[in-house]
């Protein structure tokens, strides 16, 4: 039984840097105290996969929320979700796979007082017909050049790619704050990552797997590097 509860992300890159986010709020909010309590996503994968939304003094609001899937975290973190074909919710917090696919799950709510919240669970989930559903986790993280520090120049344009074990064929180029992120790893699993890019050295990591910490979050999952350029 995985059992995951994460607080909804402002924007997807901000969480896969940072990890867990406040609630996105989108709609009117108190503006007597600026305070938005996080929308609450719980999921167990135990005997199918099911979700529970909870919001403050409001307690569970699963049937008054709306549900939806997306095929990335990108896809799923904007102020609207770009919904997946391959999940639909016939009932709320409970998806049907329609389809093979890995997707994030995620919860809409508009509160009386502070407006429109939402949250993504925890993990990401293979699911697919008839079939359990298995957690998923992303990685993230940076390229330096040189020494991480304040004033260390980032690495753009760098090939970070997963060459053995867990996730094994798997790469991302890094962007203009040298940053990656590599999503869809099953949890516990072993795999060695590296970092390149033409005239520098390469950096190589042994990670011993995706795990959860006690709340059920994904831990372990940021995987920075350093590279120098070759004289």
């Not at 390469?202 to 006690?214: K, N, Q, S």
């Amino acid at each position: 039984m995985t059992r995951a509860v994460i607080r909804g992300c402002l924007v997807a890159t901000t969480c896969a840097v940072a990890g867990s986010c406040g609630s996105a709020v989108t709609g009117p909010t108190n503006t007597k105290n600026t305070y938005v309590p996080p929308l609450l996503v719980t999921c167990l994968t135990s005997p199918t996969l099911g979700c529970v939304a909870s919001f403050l003094d409001e307690a569970e609001v699963t049937g008054r929320s709306s549900w939806s899937a997306a095929d990335s975290l990108e896809l799923s973190s904007g102020p609207a979700v770009t919904a997946s074909d391959a999940v639909v919710f016939r009932t709320p917090g409970i998806p049907t796979a329609l389809s093979a696919r890995n997707v994030y799950i995620r919860a809409d709510y508009t509160s009386p007082r502070y407006g429109h919240v939402h949250a993504i669970a925890g993990h990401a989930y293979a699911i697919a017909p008839g079939e359990a559903a298995v957690p998923l986790a992303y990685i993230s993280g940076q390229v330096f050049e040189g020494v991480p520090g304040v004033g260390t120049p980032a690495v753009p344009n760098a090939a970070v790619a997963i060459v053995a074990g867990e996730g094994a064929g798997r790469s991302e180029t890094t962007g203009a704050s040298g940053g990656y992120r590599i999503e869809f790893l099953r949890l516990g699993q072993p795999f060695t990552i590296r970092a390149s890019k033409a005239g520098y050295s390469t950096d190589t990591r042994e990670h011993p797997g995706v795990v959860d910490d006690p709340q059920g979050h994904p831990s372990n999952t940021s995987i920075s590097f350093t590279i120098q350029p070759v004289r």
